[in-house]
């Protein structure tokens, strides 16, 4: 999110933004007056002040949302003293998105989004234009350089308070082309690769969060939200709740990583989460999660492309080598589309082992 800029007093400008320790260090250089009741920086509210604080931030945009006093100007410099409803439109639309039951996580990725797009094209709704937002997303490709999935979520967010959020137009006259997406198979673990995984892990939680991950298909958020009481050790399956879709699904439990969880409860004794985070009553998080993969990766001597996700797509793969139904793999998967999971007849070897190279049956000693 952009930095935002309102009038404190006739002496003092509140600066407001997302925290990081590189933006800290940028306002340190403007002015060190913090105000941690309001959790608001102040900066004098001066012509130098504000030349510096366009000058520390030139590779941000900075919103005003006040007419300033001064003739300062900048690339980097919007005014919101005429987009006062952008606040209101990005409001209205966490409460459309809230009540059409999105994730918490989708709901800050559309915000995000519809902030962004508006920021940029510096127009109310009912004056944007198809040309508007073919610009809005050319700047993402050649200027940003954002991925397929990037573009793909920025339109779908558009689109959404076109449809849902303002009345100002049809959604349907918006016809804006989607990126072609870029086909590439994922990197598949062999077994041998897996087994190597698991031997190198000597924390008892870590290696039961990368067994329980490979063993069932599970994505990383679904493997750290687990609770105790999803493990259903008389009939061998794990209740996934609420998944990507925001859909619950069983997926079949492992006996070796059921195992292994009996070793880690008998150590760790989880309560509510299985396995816990830092803070209390929190869940660990992807995060935590990934680096426990990369960590292992380092120790096995693994140098693939991979990341923990990747224990999710050997999982399908090698039941498919080892002769499983596909439609079952889907299931186990909760893919909502048969084609997600046809990508891993694209990495199975148990069709391609039977293809004999041309180069195999030539005599090369003649």
């Known amino acids: 999110m952009a930095l935002v800029v309102n009038k404190g007093s006739d002496r003092n400008l509140i600066i407001t933004f997302d925290y990081s320790l590189e ?32 000058s520390v931030f030139q590779d941000e945009v900075i919103i005003f949302e006040l007419a300033l006093d001064f003739d300062v ?23 459309e998105l809230k009540l059409k039951g999105y994730s918490s996580q989708t709901i800050d990725v559309y ?4 902030q962004r797009f508006f920021e940029f094209i510096k127009k109310p709704p009912d004056q944007v234009g198809n040309e508007d937002i073919e610009k809005y997303l050319l700047d993402l490709l050649d200027q ?68 329980l991950t490979y063993s069932a298909g599970l994505r990383v958020s679904e493997v750290v939200s687990l609770k105790v009481k999803d493990i259903d050790s008389k009939r061998m399956l794990i209740h996934v709740r609420q998944g990507k879709g925001r859909k619950d699904r069983y997926t079949i439990l492992s006996e070796n990583a059921l195992g292994a969880l009996r070793i880690y409860a008998k150590e760790y004794h989880p309560s509510e989460w299985l396995f ?6 929190k869940h660990l998080t992807e995060r935590s999660a990934q680096k426990v993969f ?7 001597g693994i140098t693939k492309d991979v990341s923990i996700h ?14 499983t139904d596909l439609r079952y793999i889907q299931e186990l998967l909760g893919h909502k589309n048969s084609k997600t999971t046809e990508i891993y007849t694209h990495v199975s070897q148990k069709d391609l082992a039977r293809i004999r190279s041309p180069l195999d049956n030539i005599n090369l000693d003649d």
Not at 27 to 47: A, D, H
Not at 111 to 114: F, I, L, Q
Not at 310 to 323: D, I, K, Q
């Open 294 to 300: 990369a960590s292992a990766c380092i120790k096995a």
């Open 73 to 95: 100007s900048g690339p980097n410099l919007v005014y919101l003293n005429g987009m006062v409803w952008l606040k209101e439109l990005v409001e209205k639309t966490e409460s």
């Open 310 to 323: 990747s224990l999710r797509h050997s999982f399908a793969t090698h039941l498919l080598e080892g002769g």
């Open 111 to 114: 915000k995000g989004h519809v």
């Open 144 to 211: 940003r350089k954002v991925s397929y999935s990037y573009m793909n979520q920025a339109i779908s967010a558009i689109k959404f308070v076109y449809k849902h959020v303002t009345n100002s137009r049809n959604v349907y006259e918006i016809k804006v082309p989607r990126p072609k997406k870029i086909e590439r198979l994922p990197d598949i673990l062999s077994k041998d690769e897996v087994i190597r995984l698991f031997k190198g892990v000597i924390n008892l939680k870590h290696r039961a969060i990368l067994m």
């Open 276 to 281: 816990h985070g830092d803070l209390i009553g």
């Open 23 to 54: 933006r800290v260090r940028k306002i340190k250089q403007v002015s060190n007056r913090w105000n941690s009741l309001g959790k608001y920086w102040e900066i004098p509210y001066t012509e130098l002040a504000i030349k510096r604080l366009l």
